[in-house]
């Protein structure tokens, strides 16, 4: 088909001069093609062949024109203008993108719009809020559709500079083929995931730079009302990918303790002053600040958190430690931390698992309370725990690498449980107790929340609505029907919500529902009890099964030589170790030798004193260590002359299992044997109790 046409193009050029047996000659079979479109379809294939040549030039021609037009646009572009790019993954983007939807594309009208019924996560398009939202948003039982506009390149006049703002789509939100190409303003809402061109007509940066700067503004004008919460979703990018919007929560909405509250607020207040950066630099102390906010569940160290975060314009970065896979995971997140933020680790309790499992397994067995139901209790409880290990997370709070200027909230319901390295001075200055709610605090619970809103406005529609010193007394009476420390914040808040429209009924029956929550709460302690009474009657029997098996296993042991076999192996091995400590010794004092020796040479006036005073010093030492080996030998024969006589004793009386306890006893002196320590510290009339009972 290229030839035929080819070949029509040439017979076009030269003016029509080949004729039809020309064409026979280059193509056999032209004139059999040329009599059947001529007779079935009444067509002259020669004419047909001439048009196609010439709209394949002409397209060529076209598309020539284009490239060239567009090369020439660009260096016309690049040569008057200045331009700015923005990464897809940078917060500017999505700032510039929120600027352009609430200033550039709702007032162009533009007609090219997409439809989105998803969830949006993230804060790009904040002016979705605008006239274009369904009013049904919030009471639909279905996702109501969502209208955003979308462009390619849009033009507009800022502060009286003329701008360009092009979206470098990416392959996922645009699809063009060899043939067709479809216009950037089909492909899609922007997800603030592609990178960003700002042109400004002109030869310089400065008005892109103040229009950026406009555009963060912007942003953080709409955030006045909202709390920014970053958090980690995706653990196979590591990055904070997730930003949610939350309501302002006045600090005044957290019931607590009002002077650690002021005295709180006060601390983070200067240390977010300027001259307070100064001083720490100055004086070499690291710029950083950590609380621990540990307390019983429901007590509001979350909340506290938030306000916190709205109280001072801070975003909140929220780690949910038992979701962080591990230390890198961890380190990454807190390397992409801005300089001046609020970190919230939640469940700090769930880092250092591995520590705490290394010190269960060093542990004597004495510690039997690390049984096997407390140990399937850990379990469960270890299966929420995370993978980072604390030094990991002691590296990214106070390591060598980690950032300065941040606010690090830790969180935990166990503070007990907290390894003091963790918990020391410079990583955590302040431990605040969040703790069951006082009468004070829930008499403020309660007119905040029957008392008017700052607008005049009841709180619920329904609200029965009272004077003020009625609503006065009866909060009082309600707070006096409150125990002292007994309910947590959350449950107090519960309560009211069930009466949020008559305050009359939640001060009537708050005596009846602390009645039945008290005996609830007598109930459950009652049955902890019986629980931690059975596990102690358990460890307890198995305490007397293990001294009956270790006392099978010295039923072997039948002869004094037997024993004396089994107590001179001890004795060997503490001589062995003994021995190796006293090389070790000898070796450091060498090494000491011959640094003194390398220092003589530059000191020779006084060499022959110093070996005089050495020798005096090794004469010394050596007198005392001939003493305490006396003593020490001394000591040994007396202790086996009472393990004889009490080996034989027992012997006597059938019970080997004293034997085993002391036996235990001399390995214990070496810490090696971490049962032995239990087998002594067991009484005697107990083990031969368990011994019989075994039988």
Known sequence: MNSLMALAGTSLLNDRSTSLQDLEDRIPGFSVLQDFFKKWLRLDLTTLL????????????????????????????????????????????????????????????????????ETIRNDAWSYRHVSQERNDYHHEKRMPVQYLPTFGTTWFIHKRNIFMVRRILTSSSHYHSSWTRTPDEYAGAPEGDEPLVVMCLGRS????????????????????????????????DETWDTTILRPLRPLETVHFDEKIKDELVADISNYLDVNTRKFYNRRGIPYRRGFLLYGPPGTGKTSLSLALAGRFGLELYLLHMPSVRDDSVLEKLFTALPPRCLVLLEDIDAVGIKRRARRRDDDSSDESDKDSDKDDSDSDHDRGRSNCTLSGLLNVIDGVASQEGRIVLMTSNFAEKLDKALVRPGRVDRMIYLGPISP???????????????????????TVQLPEDELQRLALEFSGNIPHEVFTPAQIQGYLLNYRDSPLDAAGNVVKWVQEEVQLVEAAKEK??????????????????????????????????????????????????????????????????????GNDAETKVSAETKEEAEEKEKAEEKEKAEEKEKAEEKEKAEENEKTEEKAKTVLKNGTAAAVAGEDETIAGDEKTDSAGAEAVKVAPETVTNGVSGGH
């Open 528 to 597: 902890e009890r019986k629980a931690n009474e059975t596990k102690k009657k358990k460890r307890k029997e198995r305490k007397l099964r293990k001294a009956a098996r270790m006392a099978e296993a010295m039923r072997d042991y039948d002869s004094d030589e037997e024993l004396e076999e089994l107590r001179q192996k001890v004795e060997d091995k503490k001589k062995r170790k003994k021995r190796e400590q006293q090389d070790e010794t000898e070796a450091g004092i060498e090494a000491k030798e011959k640094t003194e020796e």
């Open 440 to 462: 004070r605090c829930c008499e403020l619970m309660f007119l905040r929340m029957f008392g008017p809103d700052a607008d005049g406005a009841a709180p619920a529609d329904r």
């Open 50 to 117: 001439t048009a196609a040549a010439l709209m394949g030039a002409a397209s060529t021609g076209a598309q020539s024109i284009q490239e060239t037009g567009s090369k020439f646009y660009w260096w016309i572009v690049r040569f008057l203008t200045a331009s700015i790019s923005i990464g897809g993954n940078d917060r500017l983007n999505r700032e510039v993108l929120n600027w352009l939807g609430a200033h550039v594309l709702m007032k162009k009208g533009t007609r090219i719009l997409t439809a989105n019924s």
């Open 205 to 236: 940066v400065e008005p892109i730079k103040r229009f950026l700067h406009s555009c963060r503004e912007f942003a953080d004008k709409q955030r006045e009302a909202y709390i920014t919460v970053r958090i980690s979703k995706r653990s196979y």
